[in-house]
């Protein structure tokens, strides 16, 4: 499986020291992803899922979606940060596994798919990731 990395406001940081430690060479997803595009792009090309939860569906998380837009739903997963961080609309409240559909049916819209193909996609991730049957 590799590594989950969950950091905030320490992209670059994380990049620099994953590139350091050969991390192209282990993997894993970059949790609770909030970077930018080249953030994005830099994790991906070192073989990192970007895990996308709650905070994708904030008003304010316009250049998480815009990023989102741009990398390919190969490299995406739908988690949650249960109990943090819950998706609209049921943000301030204590997050739970079940409402990861919000945050699917926000990515679902951003690629432009049907939310029950973004789940299936998103789904075959996390079985890659994981090593899953």
């Given at each position: 499986m590799g590594v989950s990395i969950h950091a905030r406001d320490a992209d670059d940081a994380v990049l620099?020291?994953?590139r350091d430690e050969r991390g192209s060479e282990i993997g894993?997803?970059?949790?609770?992803?909030?970077?930018n595009?080249?953030?994005?792009?830099?994790?991906?090309?070192?073989?990192?899922?970007?895990?996308?939860?709650?905070?994708?569906?904030?008003?304010?998380?316009?250049?998480?979606?815009?990023?989102?837009?741009?990398i390919g739903i190969a490299h995406l997963v739908v988690e949650t940060d249960a109990?943090?961080?819950?998706?609209?609309p049921y943000r301030?409240?204590?997050?739970?596994?079940?409402?990861v559909v919000e945050t699917l049916?926000?990515?679902?819209?951003l690629k432009g798919m049907a939310v029950d193909e973004a789940a299936a996609a998103t789904t075959q991730n996390a079985q890659r990731l994981f090593k899953l049957a």
């Open positions: 620099e020291v994953l894993g997803v970059l949790h609770c992803f909030s970077g595009y080249e953030h994005a792009k830099a994790g991906v090309e070192m073989g990192f899922y970007l895990g996308i939860g709650g905070s994708a569906t904030y008003p304010k998380s316009a250049d998480l979606r815009e990023t989102l837009k741009r109990p943090y961080l819950a998706p609209l301030g409240k204590r997050n739970e596994p079940a409402f049916k926000v990515l679902a819209g």
